[in-house]
């Protein structure tokens, strides 16, 4: 089986196993108790909550809030934030955010905030001029992803960062996308919040953080205990917060270099890709995103048929965020981009990572220009696959 769906999920990988198995069997007291195996427990989160501040380059441990994941961070971020600045009414977003903001500002558009969507170009680049121009005194709060899920193409959050501030209000960035593949150092920006998933990047899923830049106030949304610092109630998952600080270390660790290779494996599936299907196109700039990810569209054909076939093959990717799993509707991103339903109808997101290799390109690479031209003999036929 070749796994190009990196974006989607990670495996675990071995060293962040191996950190996680003493706190199931072992070590499994509650952090909260105060006898020996509570402290040990207390003591690996501490140490976690120090890795992870490293790791994103955050100023002090406290900025850290363990989460289930990218989905609670976000929804942490911008819930919180604004349950503690009520008096601002206007909230900027993009077109092309993830299912855990775009729904988030769908629900507080319906209690009558006014919510500015940023456009993208065909290359999937964000408008800032409009953002420039969109803030203003009553902005409460502005969030911006990092790095699309589905195209991997990159928005200058650290520049925006700055435009935010002087405007006087919070500014969010979903950084999921580009954790593991992009060096980060928050405190050198003016961001506020910045939420991470570890099984983004070989940590297991349910395990998350938010960084919460010391001094800005966040509102919990779950009540109970007084753990995170008042943030996030509940008995810490220490096993996986282990997992996640072990992640933290083994991605700073040649990461750079990780990256490129990475990137020379996406570019020579492109550029096979592109050269060998008729009628075949990369869905967003060829530059400007992270290294492992491409979105490209097969004209003539629905993304359901090529993944089913693209599975028959051996070959695991997806058709954009593994948030939309089994809806009928067009990728949101892709429409943003001013493409055409059929072209946004048959996109196809490969996203790579460090346990790929130059011989599974090569297969995909022979796999796949036959089986497109299959399915569209098929389809041209109108004969049932």
């Known amino acids: 089986m070749i796994y190009a769906d990196n974006n989607a999920t990670t495996p675990v990988s071995p060293e962040v196993l191996r950190a996680m198995e003493p706190y199931w069997a072992e070590s499994y007291g509650n952090p909260s108790s105060l006898h020996p195996l509570g402290d040990r427990a207390r003591k690996a989160i501490g140490a976690a909550r120090e890795a992870v501040a490293a790791f994103l380059g955050a100023k002090h441990e406290s900025e850290i809030v363990f989460t289930s994941g990218g989905t609670e961070s976000n929804n942490l971020a911008l819930q919180g934030v604004l349950k503690a600045r009520p008096e601002k009414r206007h909230l900027i ?22 919510v500015t969507s940023l456009e993208v170009n065909e290359a999937g680049i964000l408008n800032v001029e409009q953002l420039k121009n969109e803030l203003s ?9 990092a790095a699309n899920n589905e195209t991997g193409v990159l928005f200058p959050v650290e520049r925006i960062a700055g435009w935010v501030k002087q405007a006087g209000a919070y500014f969010h960035v979903d950084a999921v996308q580009i954790a593991g593949k992009i060096s980060f150092r928050v405190a050198e920006t003016l961001i506020d919040f910045l939420s991470i998933s570890g099984h983004k ?28 610092g008042n943030r996030r109630a509940g008995t810490e998952n220490v096993a996986a917060i282990a997992g996640l600080a072990e992640a933290c270390r083994s991605a700073s660790e040649g990461l750079e270099e990780r990256c490129r290779k990475i990137a020379a494996l996406r570019d020579r599936f492109d550029e096979g890709i592109l050269k060998t299907v008729p009628d075949a196109w990369r869905n967003g700039g060829a530059e400007n995103r992270v290294a492992n990810t491409t979105s490209i569209s097969f004209g003539g054909l629905d993304s359901e048929s090529v ?15 593994a948030c939309r799993t089994g809806s009928v509707q067009l ?14 109808r048959g996109a196809v997101r490969f ?11 090569d297969e995909m690479l022979a796999k796949i220009p036959p089986l497109i031209q299959r399915l569209r003999i098929i389809q041209n036929s109108g004969v049932s696959k």
Request: charge should be negative; hydrophobic fraction near 40%; aromatic fraction near 10%.
């Open 201 to 228: 990047f070989h940590a297991p899923k349910g395990i998350g953080a938010l960084y919460v830049r010391k001094g800005v106030p966040l509102e919990p949304f779950l009540y109970g205990g007084s753990q995170e």
């Open 307 to 321: 993944l089913l076939g693209l599975g028959e093959e051996g070959i695991c990717a997806s058709s954009g965020s």
């Open 351 to 361: 996203s790579f990572g460090r346990f790929n290799t130059a011989a599974e390109i």
């Open 137 to 145: 005194e009553d902005t409460a709060l502005v969030s911006v992803m």
């Open 93 to 114: 977003t993009t077109s092309v955010e993830h299912p855990s903001v775009r729904n988030v500002f769908s629900k507080l558009a319906a209690q009558g905030y006014r």
């Open 331 to 344: 990728s949101h991103v892709l429409l943003a981009m001013g493409f055409s339903e059929e072209r946004v």
